[in-house]
């Protein structure tokens, strides 16, 4: 688990650093916290942070201000917002903070903070386990392109790789149950962010270029559901 901390007081960030461990040695988890006390250099932060840390009342920028541009490269990234002040509550809701915690830090409450933001990472990810002995890897499901059934394998495409696993389509059919995905075949789910081009009851052209197969008989279905999609923006 990556956290990244970032308050202009040095002393509030060890604060929170003891407090994560604590939280971490707890659940039995390994952590490693990336800690800034400039907003400038937090911004620049390309790790793959799982949960962010952040004091709004920041210098250079801001806490809302940087937890956007983190947000922006790091959709599923978890926030947990400190201030001395109540002002930004609205701007924390947009962002989908985890929690909103007024300083000084209650320790048990910051608590209740991880131990939600850890079960809206679970809930955000599926954990496979690989062919052939292979590792045990975390996968987001906003980063799953394309799960395939194909000679008793499942190939799972996601941004930028491409695993494989013996779990069968039933798994991955009650794990991928959110408005972006859909089977348009009996061996596919498709993930409807990834789709660029749509051929009424035809094909489905993904973004890295594979040429999903629809059905005759899941066509309507489909084209019931990608409408809607559209039309509500998603």
């Known amino acids: 688990m990556k956290f990244l901390i970032c308050s202009s007081n040095e002393n509030e960030n060890s604060i929170i650093l003891n407090a994560i461990e604590g939280f971490c040695k707890k659940n039995l988890l390994k952590n490693e916290s990336r800690i800034f006390t400039n907003s400038l250099d937090a911004a620049v932060c390309r790790d793959n942070i799982d949960i962010a840390v952040i004091d709004i009342e920041l210098t250079d920028l801001n806490g809302i201000t940087l937890s956007k541009i983190l947000k922006r490269s790091s959709p599923c990234l978890k926030l947990i917002l400190l201030s001395s002040k109540l002002d930004r509550l609205d701007d924390a809701f947009d962002l989908e903070a985890v929690r909103y915690l007024t300083k000084p830090i209650d320790t048990e409450r910051f608590n209740e903070g991880l131990a939600e933001a850890l079960k809206r990472i679970k809930s955000d990810s599926v954990s496979v386990d690989l062919c052939d002995g292979g590792d045990k890897v975390v996968i987001q499901k906003s980063d799953i392109l394309v799960v395939e ?70 066509g309507q279905a489909f084209n019931l559901k990608y409408n809607e999609y559209k039309e509500a923006g998603l």
């Open 149 to 218: 059934i194909k000679n008793r394998k499942t190939r799972i495409a996601t941004n930028g790789n491409i695993y494989y696993s013996r779990l069968p389509m039933r798994f991955w059919h009650e794990k991928l149950q959110t408005a972006n995905f859909i089977s348009p075949h009996k061996s596919f789910i498709i993930n409807l962010d990834g789709v660029v081009q749509y051929k009424r009851n035809s094909s489905i052209i993904m973004h890295n270029g594979e040429n999903i197969p629809i059905a005759r008989s899941k």
